[in-house]
């Protein structure tokens, strides 16, 4: 499929998980890609492993850290400079924080999940949105989560933040979509990423997979889902297909946040 031939995609936290996985997926669909992390070294790991796969992506990648606004204009502008529009804006980067009570929560930490996970994805509209609206035409993809849905214990500035995500993407849809600008975000459940890899450290140091075989009991699946599951339903939010679609959030957890009680 070449159906992201001279699309050009920007994506934040490109280096590993769920974005390292849109990544792939866009580059064996013809996209031109802004790749944008924070690791430098995972970032440039995971473009050679792109062009190694597809080896005739034009590829731009910036280390960045989207809590800092001038480094998410400056990935904008770098973009423009290269390929001369912005189709697609995968707003993806985020980070867990720690598993703790509200009491007990670190305030430090508290504010850079803030600061990363909402700051960071209202700075990425701040800068795409007007080149977008320029063009006429843009889709955006936010990252929420199942916990921007609904309360995950001890997890409280990820779901103030992801539960913010899903209501500024509600907003863009509706501010933007008179200039051809879609706006969606995606809510993934339990993927199996380095993200989710080390929550299940934190719940059970001494067995982590223990932990994880027990979480993936709790889902109507029966497993975790892969990033290349989700990557393909934001293939598709990114696409054109997706044209009249815009201000959802869309769960990609195998069922589970419909249920009340065991399955
Ligand atoms: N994996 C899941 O099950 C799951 C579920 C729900 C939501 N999410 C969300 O999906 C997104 C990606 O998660 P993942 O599981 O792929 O995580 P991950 O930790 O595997 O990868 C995240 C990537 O983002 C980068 N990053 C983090 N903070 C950054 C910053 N400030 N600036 C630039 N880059 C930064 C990291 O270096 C890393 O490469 C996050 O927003 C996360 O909250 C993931």
Redesign the pocket.
Known sequence: MTDFKNKVIII?????????ATAKVLAERGAKLTL????EE?LSTAKNEILSEYPSTEIVSIV????NEDAVKNYVDETVKAFGRIDGLYN?????GRQASITEYDVDIFKKVID??LT?VYYGLRYVLPVMQKQNYGRIVN?????GIRGVLNQVP?VAS?HAVSGMTKNAALEYGRYGITTNAI?????L????AEAFNQINPENPKKAETEYAQINPTKRL?L?EEVAKVVAFLLSDDSSYVSGQTIAIDGGQSNMYGNV
């Open positions: 934040t936290g490109a280096a590993m998980g769920l974005g390292f944008v992390d924070y690791n995972s960045a850290d989207v809590s993806n980067a985020g980070i867990e990363i996970n960071g990252v929420a989560s199942v916990g990820y992801k809510a993934p459940g339990a993927i990423t380095p993200m989710v889902g990033p």
